[in-house]
């Protein structure tokens, strides 16, 4: 079992739409989390950190986290095609980052 | 405040080879974490270190090698290259790495071609 796990996808959604984008960890022990966009080509950015179980908003991003379930998600509100990218989520326990395979969002104008 | 800074950007190699890449932190970030990133296996840690130490290390072979100078700068080295090393070799930079809030950015990348 993978220590960070989420779909691969693509997933795919109209402009305007929410997109849904999950990731589970199997590390109890991970302390924050955090979600990075990728685009072709580039280097990861960060998008969101969450260090406390529910929700955490920033603009049109929402990052939920769930420790009890060791679940954490991230949404994104009114899609625009430049969110077209690949999401990978990041479980940071102590000094040990680990990110999983990442999951591929289209956005369709 | 500058980002990350990576050396080179892109780099060819033959096999055999070795090859050293740079990593310059954000000012004042004292953690430098390496990773490599390939289309099949996703981002993968390679090793951190703060204050000129290996605090921990992934599962490379011990090809895969790196250090860290005292102004933070950190260098990866990688011997004997094969053609699987072909990768995008990113570096990213913490304040300090620990207390579990920190937060990694990641510099431009390296990418290392292996002929």
């Known amino acids: 079992q993978k220590e960070v796990e989420q779909n691969s996808g693509p997933l795919s959604v109209p402009e305007g739409a929410i997109a849904s984008l999950n990731c589970t960890y199997s590390d109890r022990g991970s302390q924050s989390f955090f979600w990075y966009r990728q685009y072709s080509g580039k280097s990861p950015e960060l998008i969101m950190s969450?260090?406390?179980?529910g929700d955490k908003e920033d603009g049109r991003f929402t990052a939920q986290l769930n420790k009890a379930s060791q679940y954490v998600s991230l949404l994104i509100r009114d899609s625009q095609p430049s969110d077209s990218a690949t999401y990978l989520c990041a479980a940071l326990r102590n000094n040990d980052m680990r990110f999983g395979a990442g999951t591929r969002l289209t956005v369709k104008p | 405040k500058a980002g990350v800074t990576q050396t080179p950007r892109y780099l060819i190699k033959t096999r055999g080879q070795q090859v050293t890449l740079s990593c310059s932190p954000i000012?004042?970030?004292?953690?430098v974490s390496w990773y490599q990133q390939t289309p099949g296996q996703g981002l993968q840690f390679l090793f951190e270190y703060f204050s000129e130490t290996q605090r921990n290390k992934g599962n490379f072979p011990g090809r895969f090698s790196g250090r860290q100078f005292s102004n933070s700068r950190s260098e990866m080295n990688v011997s004997t290259l094969e053609l699987g090393d072909s990768a995008l070799y990113l570096c990213?930079?913490?304040?300090?790495?620990?207390?579990?809030?920190?937060?990694?950015?990641f510099g431009p990348g390296t990418r290392l071609t292996v002929l």
């Open positions: 969450i260090y406390s179980n």
């Open positions: 990213a930079s913490s304040p300090d790495g620990t207390g579990g809030t920190d937060t990694q950015y």
């Open positions: 000012s004042g970030h004292r953690s």
